[in-house]
């Protein structure tokens, strides 16, 4: 009798093990990215802190990007390396990227190096590609990105070609050298130490002098931009100057509270109440989480103060 008790006991405990594992399984692969859930962090990525339609898309006479021709081919750049226009990353084959394959994309996101076929294979990205920032990327969201821009419709535009006048020069960033783990975005500095990477905040809120960023400076601004560099803006645009987003209690953020520091980047609006200039992406960076501008503000906060 006691025997048999023992073995109702176990068949019991190994079923209800067995159940358990059944309803456990669709969890694991929810908690593993599907392709729909790859779609969206790439949606969310692409479409807010990593900000790709604030060059890629064309804007409207009040600054504004066009919906409709989104990630078709955007702004003009003319500083003295090159000459040239933010790329249409759509799926068209002809013009856009539809004919690359996703380590062909992932290449030119990480490494700033175009596809061995097409135009101008194998020859690098012009220097404003923020590829030394795009290789902090973990994998989960490199394929995440590369799983929605496979979502975009395609819209047939060709740019014209890039005119280099000197190499390309992709200036190594510490953090994304460094790297990133999934497993420690729950510490909200180091998720926002990531953010603030693949935003490439720093490519222009660092000092930026004959094509030399100094990264020891980090955040101190500096960095000017003009209607004579950088074309599609409002017409009344008449350029900008990256300020200091350092914990400087006067000239950089240290002062300022969460509050403002967060409606200075998602609405563009300053401590003073001042409308901030492009080229900052506000509009993209408004549809970032709550969570992730708790984030961001965190790693700034951590920022040596710099005059």
Same mark, same amino acid.
């Given at each position: ?47 807010? $802190?990593?900000?790709?339609?604030? =060059? @890629?898309t &064309? ?7 066009? #919906?409709?021709?989104?990630? !078709? ?12 226009v ?50 902090a ?14 979502s975009?419709?395609?819209i ?13 020069v ?27 990477? $693949?935003?490439?905040c720093?490519? =222009? @809120?660092? &000092? ?7 990264? #020891?400076?980090?955040?101190? !601004?500096?960095?000017?931009f ?6 599609g ?7 900008s ?18 509050a ?26 408004a ?20 005059d």
């Open positions: 009798m006691l025997r048999s008790c023992l073995c109702d006991t176990s068949l019991r405990r190994l079923l209800f093990l067995a159940l358990f594992a059944t309803l456990l399984f669709p969890t694991v692969l929810v908690g593993a990215q599907t392709p729909t859930a790859a779609v969206e962090r790439g949606r969310y990525l692409v479409e807010s $802190i990593l900000a790709c339609g604030n =060059c @890629h &064309p804007k409207s006479p009040t600054g504004e990007p066009l #919906s409709s021709r989104n990630l !078709g081919g955007g702004l003009s750049f003319s500083p003295p390396p090159f000459v040239g933010a790329s249409n990353i759509t799926q068209d084959r002809e013009t856009g990227i539809g004919a690359w394959s996703d380590d062909d994309i992932k290449r030119a996101i990480v490494r700033g190096v175009r596809p061995n076929h097409g135009r101008l294979p194998n020859t690098h990205l012009a220097g404003l590609m923020a590829t030394s920032f795009f290789k990327l973990t994998p989960s969201d490199l394929d995440a990105v590369v799983a929605y821009l496979r975009v419709p395609a047939r535009y060709e740019v014209p070609t890039p005119v280099y006048r000197a190499a390309p992709h200036q190594p960033y510490p953090d994304a050298e460094a790297g990133f783990a999934d497993s420690k975005m729950g510490d909200p500095v180091y998720r926002g130490r990531y953010l603030v990477t $693949i935003g490439h720093m490519e =222009c @809120h660092s &000092p930026f002098d004959k094509g030399v960023f100094d990264y #020891s400076r980090l955040g101190a !601004g500096g960095r000017r003009d209607p004579k560099v950088v074309q803006l409002p017409a009344d645009w008449a350029g100057r990256a300020p200091n987003i350092t914990s400087h209690p006067t000239t950089g953020l240290g002062r300022w509270t969460d403002e520091i967060k409606r200075a980047i998602a609405q563009g609006i300053s401590r003073d109440g001042r409308k901030l200039q492009p080229p900052m992406g506000f509009s993209y960076y549809k970032l989480s709550a969570s992730d501008l708790d984030a961001i503000v965190a790693y700034l906060r951590t920022l040596p103060p710099l």
